[in-house]
């Protein structure tokens, strides 16, 4: 595979279920080396699009690659890591042998194996637990342990699928961890997760998907860094003034709200003085401005809140 090819390239991957399209028109760019978060609401598409880049499930239309070859070929996955987001591993497995039967379904070498398994453990925060059962293992343990699965080809590019799903705030620590030496090493990954917490500090770059449909690609530190909800607390609020606010930004609807208030999105936060001096030219008591920098659940809320049609799918 061709280092200098992106990690994931796909053009307008559509998947119909009968008459429902699960994932439609996806056309995604993922650079090698980077954190990408997939992000939407349930039933937006996110793990069918992931299993179409498995190759675990066959696209209706569209194509892609990853790390430079077709989907639909084991070789192009032969660098490829996986922890889905609902499992079930051989209870009666020690973890040591676990890890060794995925080793081996993986072509690592026997010479390899022990020592990649060792490092695995360690990696993970289960080095005292190399010769217990699955089946005796927590949710938490189990999630660390399908993560130590997903790396045990050394791959190139790893799906983590709610990676931090059951995991207490240290678990989810090591989990932030590992995926920053990961990406440290070059390795990508794609990742998947509700807690948009984790996300903002572990990625680089988000796409958000609702509807089956991919709505916008950011960079995630540019993206937070700019934009900012400001609340303005005005003497009087009309339609009219409502439509002259709306050219610095983006009105946004807040139910309950007091009918004297209008809360604006807005790129930066240097537009905030011509507002003021706007209001005032207008001839509106203002009596407070209030700017606060948007968080990714503020984005993700924006984003998807654009499109209703999630909430009935």
Known sequence: MSGSSPAIDTYDL????????????LSLRVERGEVFGFLGPNGAGKTTSIKMLLGLVRPTSGHATVLGGPIDT???????????EHFRFHEWLRLDEFLDVHARLNGVP???????????????????????????????????????????NEPELVFLDEPTSGLDPMGRRLVRDVIHRLSERGVTVFLNSHLLSEVEVTCTRVGFITSGQMREVVPLASALNGLVRVTLHLGTVDDAL???????????DEPG????QVVLDVPNDECLPEIARWLVGQGVALYGMAPQRLSLEDLF???AGSDRSWETS
Do not use: H, N
Not at 16 to 25: D, F, M
Not at 74 to 84: D, F, I, M, Q
Not at 257 to 260: E, G, K, L, V
């Open 74 to 84: 084991p070789s192009a996955r032969a660098k490829v890591g996986y922890l889905p």
């Open 257 to 260: 709200a007091d009918p004297r």
């Open 110 to 152: 026997r010479a390899e194996r022990a020592r990649r398994i060792l490092e695995l453990m360690e990696l993970v925060g289960l080095s005292a637990a190399t010769r217990q059962q699955l089946g005796t293992f927590s949710k938490g343990m189990l999630q660390r342990a399908g993560l130590a699965q997903a790396l045990v």
């Open 14 to 25: 559509t998947k119909w279920y009968g008459a429902k399209a699960a994932v439609r028109g």
């Open 301 to 303: 809320v924006r984003i």
């Open 242 to 252: 409502r439509c002259g606010l709306a050219r610095w930004g983006r009105l946004v």
